[in-house]
Each structure stands twice: as structure tokens, then as C-alpha cells.
């Protein structure tokens, strides 16, 4: 019930492509999805974030689509750049029902080739 | 705004002595901090949740008397890792949940302390 499953493990991609990334969840009750990227020996840094009343959120290159019946929710980053190549966390949490835990699922590592 | 600083960056410490990582919550109040382990090429593992002026809640597995966290003040969070052996190296990180008006669901994190036990 608690998990957040990652997929895939590692994306290799072109400069100028798309990257994408995909988790899914089980637990119903969760309420909040962040998507957090980390560089070697940083913490991680809140990418962008989405709430279950909206299926899409765009920052930038940055976008989250969320299916809320599939449980599923995906980021997607356009142009993808070298300096985008990092370890990418999808994550949710049951904000509003009180329990803060931020579950995360395993990551992947993003290399984008110049 | 909502930077958390955390302190040491890294650490090398000798088996057997305690070591200290300090978090805070820069220009925010946090009543709740968090504190996840990392392990190479892994994902964060949440050890315990720290709220402000009570004791910890330590996720399952978790020795609660080797990984000691005080929460005294909204802004401060500190994990003493008591009596380190080598199985103990890891890198660790801090996260704050904001509170008050537009802060909405959002936790920021430390940049980590990398420990090492020799």
C-alpha cells in the first residue's frame, strides 16, 4: 500500500530529446506527487510537484502528467540537456490526511549524451 | 527561500566515538523534520521523523538508541550517531516540512552528510 514503483532504473538520451519517467502507486490516499532531482553527494531538489485534482503541470521543460485511475503519474523533460543527466525521484505522500512521510520510489538515473 | 542547511557536508570519524549532524531550517519554521539514510546508487530510506518539542518517531528497523534526534526549536534538528562502527558510513540527509500561509505540501532538503567510520 505504500510503495511508489519507478521506472526505468537508468535512460540514456540524445541531447534535444525527451526524457521520460514513470511511477506508480497503490495507495489511494496519497495526495501529494513530487518529483525530486538529485546530483552525486547533493540532496535531493524539489523538481516540480502535482496535486491528484489536476492531470498535468508544466514548469518549463518540466512536465507531469497524472492519471489518477491508472495511479499513475509520469515526468517528462523536453529538450533534454547534459546538465539535466541526474538521479531523478518520484515521490508521494498523505499530506492531507496527516501522515507527512514522503514515500519515494527508486530512482533513476538520467544520462543525457551532448 | 526555504533553504535547509545542514551541517557537516562530510565527516570521517574513528569506530566507537559519536558524531553530530546539525539541520536547519533557514528563513522557515519546520514543527516536523525528517532524516534519511542513503546508501550508494540507492534510494533515501526515512529513518525518523522529528517534531519540535517531542520525541522522534523512528521507522521500523531503526535503532533508536545508536541514532539519537532532538528537535529542540522549530528551526533546529540535530541526529547524533552514537558509538559509529564502518557499517554506520553512509550519507545522510535532513528534510523540513514548511508551515504557515502558501506553504502547501512542500519539504525541503538538506544537501546531506556524507559519514565515514574508520
Redesign the interface.
Known amino acids: 500500500q505504500q510503495q511508489v514503483k519507478q521506472s526505468p532504473q537508468s535512460l540514456i538520451v540524445q541531447k534535444g530529446g525527451i526524457s521520460i519517467i514513470n511511477c506508480a502507486y497503490e495507495n489511494t490516499a496519497f495526495?501529494?506527487f513530487?518529483w525530486?532531482q538529485q546530483f552525486p553527494?547533493?540532496?535531493?531538489?524539489?523538481l516540480i510537484?502535482i496535486r491528484p485534482d489536476v492531470s498535468e503541470k508544466k514548469e518549463g521543460r518540466f512536465t507531469i502528467s497524472f492519471n489518477k485511475s491508472a495511479k499513475q503519474f509520469s515526468l517528462h523533460i523536453m529538450d533534454s540537456q547534459p546538465g539535466d543527466s541526474a538521479t531523478y525521484?518520484c515521490a508521494a505522500?498523505n499530506?492531507q490526511g496527516g501522515s507527512?512521510?514522503?514515500v519515494?520510489?527508486?530512482?533513476t538515473?538520467l544520462t543525457v549524451n551532448p | 527561500g526555504a533553504v535547509?542547511s545542514?551541517h557537516p557536508s562530510w565527516v570521517i570519524c574513528k569506530s566507537g566515538t559519536s558524531v553530530k549532524i546539525e539541520c536547519r531550517s533557514l528563513d522557515f519554521q519546520a514543527t516536523?523534520m525528517?532524516w534519511y539514510r542513503q546508501f550508494p546508487?540507492?534510494?533515501?530510506m526515512?529513518m525518523a521523523?522529528s517534531n519540535e518539542g517531542s520525541k522522534a518517531t523512528y521507522e521500523q528497523g531503526v535503532e533508536k538508541d545508536k541514532f539519537l534526534i532532538n528537535h529542540a526549536s522549530l528551526t533546529l534538528s540535530t541526529l547524533t550517531v552514537t558509538s559509529a562502527h564502518p557499517e554506520d558510513s553512509s550519507?545522510y540527509?535532513c528534510?523540513a516540512?514548511r508551515i504557515g500561509p502558501g506553504a502547501g505540501?512542500?519539504?525541503?532538503?538538506?544537501?546531506?552528510t556524507?559519514l565515514t567510520v574508520v
Open positions: 495526495d501529494y513530487p525530486y553527494g547533493k540532496g535531493p531538489a524539489l510537484a525521484f505522500s499530506a507527512e512521510k514522503l519515494f520510489g527508486k530512482g538515473k | 535547509v545542514q516536523t525528517f546508487k540507492q534510494s533515501l526515512l521523523t550519507f540527509i528534510s516540512r505540501y512542500g519539504y525541503t532538503f538538506g544537501s546531506g556524507r
